[in-house]
Nanobody, 126 residues
Framework: QVQLVESGGGLVQAGGSLRLSCAAS????????MGWFRQAPGKEREFVAA????????PYVDSVKGRFTISRDGAKNTVYLQMNRLKPEDTAVYLC???????????????????WGQGTQVTVSS
């Protein structure tokens, strides 16, 4: 009932920037609490950032604090991940996720999300 589509991934040199977008459609009941995860080759899927339904709560994993910014556009039902000062270790498939409509707050764990996008590849060259 909820569909998520990511875009904006690509290849960038270390120190560069990318902005990922995640567009939500379907039965969103206005807005959903959403998050970004990433999975690098040979590694477990990792929480990156999340945003509450209101947009006021935006937690980040320590490794991206000060470099990444999550935000949302309620009118467009879209969540963004602005990634600055990218590092080779940021290379991963980035996935957008949404919580069920009942939940308002940002969340950290994969099993707290009910809907997932297809992922978009981010590659940072050294």
């Amino acid at each position: 009932q909820v569909q998520l589509v990511e875009s904006g991934g690509g290849l960038v040199q270390a120190g560069g920037s990318l902005r990922l977008s995640c567009a939500a459609s379907g039965r969103t009941f206005s807005s959903l609490a959403m998050g970004w995860f990433r999975q690098a080759p040979g590694k477990e899927r990792e929480f990156v950032a999340a945003v509450s339904r209101s947009g006021s709560n935006t937690p980040y994993v320590d490794s991206v604090k000060g470099r990444f910014t999550i935000s949302r556009d309620g009118a467009k039902n879209t969540v963004y991940l602005q990634m600055n000062r990218l590092k080779p270790e940021d290379t991963a498939v980035y996935l957008c996720a949404a919580r069920g409509t009942y939940y308002q707050d940002a969340a950290y764990r994969q099993n707290e999300y009910d809907y997932w996008g297809q992922g978009t590849q981010v590659t940072v060259s050294s």
